[in-house]
């Protein structure tokens, strides 16, 4: 069955709303049961509970497409997957901080269609779907900044250890750092979702999964921005990430990499 891309954003929004109610209702819960994982990253009864409930609508209303989810892995064969993280940023979440979200997004074969970003502790909401542009909270359209010197920007990052396994990558950061304008290190789904709406210009993380970039990535494009890799290849299946408002981007890249 054909799927128009209007009434798959229409999902992505509903599998998004559907997660919200499971995780609003554990955030900062007394008896939220936390267990790590084996790559020592925790995982939450919330995050559990919100991606089953992606799982059991798409089990109605999408039984053919394939799924990628955080917690449950990859199942089915089909060139339409939904790419599923119920909470990206469950470090924050499991210590109430409100910076984290659900990230819903649908690729057929290499292209990323639609997009979702829903942070509810924060009250935001990102949306895309490819050719149509970017939009946040109230249907605004989004857009990147116009900033066009490092000395005019704002770079966002994710946490310190992670650039450990970067080659130079903490030096590198922190160089790039003394360029710009302001620097801060929220991480996750936020830095990206700031460049693609104009409030800072560079957004840089090592090590994310295709889940932790997909939605994210779709968005800033949309925007007007543009997505890589830390070493420039397109795209968000690379395992790092730089979002730039385009402009800086291969200003950027070049420092990363010299």
Not at 216 to 232: H, Q
Request: charged residues 25%; glycine residues 8%.
């Amino acid at each position: 069955m054909a799927f128009d891309i209007t009434t798959d954003l229409d999902l992505a929004l509903r599998l998004a709303k559907a997660a919200d109610m499971e995780t609003t209702a554990r955030f900062r819960s007394a008896d939220l049961h936390v267990e790590t994982k084996p790559d020592m990253t925790p995982v939450s009864d919330a995050d559990t509970a919100a991606e089953q409930s992606m799982l059991d609508l798409l089990a109605v209303e999408r039984p053919d497409d394939a799924i990628l989810a955080e917690e449950s892995g990859a199942s089915g064969d089909s060139t339409r997957t939904w790419i599923l993280d119920p909470i990206d940023g469950t470090k924050q979440f499991v210590r109430g901080l409100p910076s984290w979200a659900t990230l819903v997004a649908l690729r057929e074969n290499d292209d990323t269609l639609v997009a979702v970003v829903s942070a509810p502790a924060l009250g935001r909401l990102w949306w895309a779907a490819k050719g149509q542009g970017a939009w946040s909270d109230d249907g605004k359209a989004i857009a990147v900044s116009g900033v066009t010197t490092l000395s005019e920007s704002v770079l966002l990052h994710a946490e310190l250890s992670g650039w450990d396994d970067v080659p130079g990558g903490p030096a590198k950061l922190v160089d790039l750092s003394r360029e710009c304008w302001q620097s801060r290190g929220y991480g996750d789904f936020w830095i990206h979702c700031l460049v693609a709406e104009g409030a800072a210009e560079i957004a840089a993380e090592p090590g994310p999964s295709l889940w932790d970039l997909a939605a994210p990535a779709l968005i800033v494009e949309e925007a007007g921005g543009r997505f890589t890799s830390l070493d420039g290849r397109d795209g968000p299946t690379h395992g790092s990430a730089l979002a730039t408002n385009g402009h800086l981007h291969d200003t950027v890249l070049s420092a990363l990499n010299s």
